[in-house]
């Protein structure tokens, strides 16, 4: 529901702006999470909102329990996978040069 969002706020208000890089912040400032502005949606928005952090749960759950992505996999033809895709908690791909696993 929207605490996952107000969640977020709160941390944007406790920790230092240049925590986030700037491309995240404007994804944030797009839906109203701002540093030192008060979170205040609109109802659409808190529709909109809502719906997204029910999809966004089903698909966690979707890739979690039944991933497609070989490289999850920890032993090729085994039921062994991790979250981990890429190889590491940083997400990143060839230690960042192709970027970050998305």
Known sequence: DLHFYEEIWTVLQKEPLEIIEPEMR???A???LVKGEPFQPSEKLRKTL???VNVANAMARSIAFRPRDKEAFLYEGSGW???FVGGNYKWLW???R???NQ
């Open 30 to 32: 797009a839906i109203g």
């Open 98 to 100: 192709r970027g970050r």
């Open 26 to 28: 404007g994804r944030a």
């Open 50 to 52: 809502t719906d997204a």
């Open 94 to 96: 060839d230690e960042g």
């Open 81 to 83: 996978y991790t979250p």
